[in-house]
């Protein structure tokens, strides 16, 4: 149980293209959806928290208009990396829950290598 | 001082050893507490959880939390090369939506 699906697993794309990226909850309800950033051998880095229904809550430092976040579902949450650069190159993972400010585990997607050229 | 600290390592162990990774946390009402494991180029994985003071026994992985030092740590008993990989330490805060998470752990086990 507990399956989380994220897609694409890479994408390759010029600079200024926008790139979407699904998360998806398989087996559980997903109130509650997180997204993070990882940089080459660097810790995970929370980029936002997005309640089902509810606008996402933003960490410190990332833009909102950059990253747009969706959640419009309990088993849907999308990634907008809108006009994507060079320097958005990462990779990018999701992780669900059940529960607000619940004790359940995070559970993560496979996540999604972005290469901006 | 971080709100989660691991160190970084690499902790080596020889195969068939007892693996002990180490995680001490700052927020003294936080309530629940994780366990990952993220091998090189994937995502985590969920190993183990615990929420109460004591050890909690999952196959050979063993949680231990104490509450009042205030430190979780996790055993991996007949340590295996496959289980070389970083370990993330996760903590949710007592208020707030969000795990926290140290900086992780690289083990390598050798055969």
């Known amino acids: 149980g507990a399956v989380v699906s994220q897609h694409p697993s890479r994408v390759i794309c010029k600079s200024g293209t926008s790139v979407k990226i699904e998360c998806r909850s398989l087996?559980?309800?997903?109130?509650?959806m997180f997204w993070y950033r990882q940089f080459p051998k660097q810790s995970l880095m929370l980029m936002a928290t997005s309640n089902e229904g509810s606008k996402a809550t933003y960490e410190q430092g990332v833009e909102k208009d950059k990253f747009l976040i969706n959640h419009a579902s309990l088993t849907l949450s999308t990634l907008t990396v809108t006009s994507a650069h060079p320097e958005d190159s990462s990779f990018y993972i999701c992780?669900?829950?059940?529960?607000?400010?619940?004790?359940?585990?995070?559970?993560f997607g496979d996540g999604t290598r972005l290469s901006i050229l | 001082q971080k709100e989660v600290e691991q160190n970084s390592g690499p902790l080596s162990v020889p195969e068939g050893a007892i693996a002990s990774l180490n995680c001490t946390y700052s927020?003294?009402?936080?309530?629940?507490f994780f366990w990952y494991r993220q091998y090189s180029g994937k995502s985590p994985e969920l190993i183990m959880f615990i929420y109460s003071n004591g050890d909690k026994e999952d196959g050979r992985f063993t949680a231990q939390l104490n509450k009042a030092s205030q430190y979780v740590s996790l055993l991996i008993r007949d340590s295996q090369p496959s289980d070389s990989a970083t370990y993330l330490c996760a903590v949710k805060r007592e208020y707030g939506n969000k795990l926290v998470f140290g900086a992780g752990t690289i083990l390598r086990v050798k055969s």
């Open positions: 927020d003294r009402g936080s309530q629940s």
């Open positions: 992780s669900a829950r059940t529960g607000v400010n619940s004790n359940q585990p995070q559970h």
């Open positions: 087996d559980f309800q997903a109130t509650t």
